[in-house]
């Protein structure tokens, strides 16, 4: 029985120090802005997307089919560019054109700028009429200058796209011209775009309005930054690179800037359309469609501020407090709705603890929490403890034991070993009723025994003599 007991002990003191309560705070990943918006104009595009580069993590603002699959047409000398530029470091060095690069192009119908075999031309000015004029064969001796051959060249484009994550395009050639294994979606040119963006020689040249070759002046093919072309200038636009062909429709991906807002627009798949009684190539149309709506529709708006209180979460063990308030981390300033009602906006705690364990310090991270708006998630923000909760020993110590004893695990073990000493005890118990019954008897017998003796030595018994 007292090893039973010593045993008993011992196992409960190494429980407690084993499962005494720890607090366990879960991390999210972080996470972009989903919100997306519904363009409540008339776009004819099979595919655009419109995305806002205000924001580092460059949200898609609106987006139709942007993971079909598409030809690019021209739009692929946005890659040709790129390809060109990561790899030439002097961009003033010459090149001579190829009888090879001409007879490639002919009957082909693509548009050039009418380079000649022989001519030298510097890197930049190829680049300048490959992206401002829209030139094929200023592309295709772009690929021979970079990679020895036309060949060679396209595949440091497909490697380079797939290098940025595009899975959904292929490229057969420099220039666009239809080929059905020559492919992309609106999803993958808007990522190649992005990335081209963050170069500045190539935002310089495909921002340029127009280019001087021999006696010509060539302008950007994108007719919203030209003035004289009435029916589609835009006044905020700002480059980038336009693309056509039967298969492809008429393309476009372009900038705009307007009171401080700026969106990038990718435009695939857009007909020809009698507008006002005039053959509207509707890319443009689109565009223009695109950027009015999110200019008048959408603005900035301050959706929670520092330390606007969220919720509340129990602590355990808190020494002057049993619960902490989550508050916003920092003001979250998203694009919204120009309409939003303020009171309509929710903001939801993503996966909070049931519980903290102090201590708690003012500041920690607790979770994040989802800031929708027309079920709609526009923005994402961190929680933090508003405020410092001490651990109290004494509460650890008094809940730690008490969870012990609440644990089921435990309770059936405490089960087992009181029905065990119970038994014990049962068992015991019969045994020393036993034991005291032989002692009974023997004390019984004995009694008798001696009775006997005394009868016997009244009627003159008298025992045998001892030995000497």
């Not at 079909?68 to 040709?80: G, H, N, R």
């Not at 075999?117 to 004029?133: A, F, N, S």
């Not at 309770?411 to 032989?438: C, M, P, T």
Request: neutral net charge; contains cysteine; hydrophobic residues 40%.
């Amino acid at each position: 029985m007292k090893k039973l007991i010593t045993f008993f002990i011992t196992f409960n003191i190494l429980i407690v120090s084993v499962f005494a309560p720890f607090s366990v705070s879960a991390k999210t990943p972080e996470m972009k802005n989903e919100a997306m918006y519904k363009v409540n104009e008339k776009v004819y595009a099979d595919a655009y997307m419109l995305i806002n580069l205000d924001d580092s993590s460059l949200p898609i603002i609106a987006a139709k089919n942007q993971n079909k699959k598409k030809y690019p047409a021209s739009l692929t000398k946005i890659v040709t560019a790129m390809v060109t530029i990561n790899n030439v470091k002097d961009l003033s060095k010459k090149t001579k054109v190829s009888q090879g690069v001409l007879l490639s192009l002919a009957g082909s119908g693509a548009q050039i700028a009418g380079l000649q075999e022989g001519e030298e031309h510097t890197i930049e000015e190829l680049l300048y009429l490959t992206m401002v004029y829209s030139a094929c064969d200023a592309c295709r001796v772009l690929g021979e200058y970079v990679a020895g051959s036309v060949d060679n060249f396209v595949s440091m484009m497909n490697d380079w796209v797939q290098s940025l994550g595009c899975e959904n395009t292929h490229f057969t050639n420099t220039d666009g011209l239809h080929d059905d294994d020559h492919y992309t979606t609106a999803a993958d040119m808007a990522t190649i775009t992005l990335e081209a963006l963050k170069n500045d020689t190539f935002v310089k040249i495909s921002t340029t309005k127009s280019v001087q070759y021999k006696n010509y002046t060539f302008l950007h093919t994108n007719f919203m930054l030209d003035k004289f072309h009435v029916t589609y200038y835009y006044e905020y636009a700002d480059g980038i690179k336009t693309g056509s062909t039967n298969e492809a429709g008429y393309c476009v991906i372009t900038k705009a800037s307007k009171d401080g807002y700026n969106y990038l627009a990718v435009v695939m798949d857009s007909p020809i359309k009698k507008l006002d009684g005039i053959d509207t190539k509707c890319s443009f149309i689109d565009a223009a469609t695109l950027f009015d709506w999110a200019f008048d529709s959408l603005k900035y708006s301050t959706v929670i501020r520092k330390n606007d209180l969220v919720t509340e979460i129990p602590v355990n063990n808190g020494k002057d407090a049993d619960t902490v308030q989550l508050v916003a981390k920092e003001d979250v300033t998203t694009l919204v709705p120009a309409s939003l009602d303020s009171s309509a906006v929710i903001i939801k705690p993503v996966d909070p603890p049931e519980s903290l364990g102090a201590p708690v310090t003012k500041g920690d991270e607790i979770c994040k929490a989802e800031i929708i708006y027309a079920n709609k998630v526009i923005a994402r923000t961190k929680l933090v403890a508003a405020k410092t909760v001490e651990l109290s020993a004494f509460l650890k110590i008094f809940n730690g034991i008490k969870g012990f004893f609440a644990n089921k695990f435990v309770l059936a073990i405490l089960i087992l070993l009181i029905i065990g000493a119970i038994v014990y005890i049962i068992v015991f118990a019969k045994k020393l009723k036993k034991e005291k019954q032989r002692i009974a008897e023997k004390r019984r017998r004995q009694r008798e025994l001696d009775e006997q003796l005394t009868q016997q030595n009244d009627r003159g018994y008298i025992p045998p003599p001892r030995r000497r």
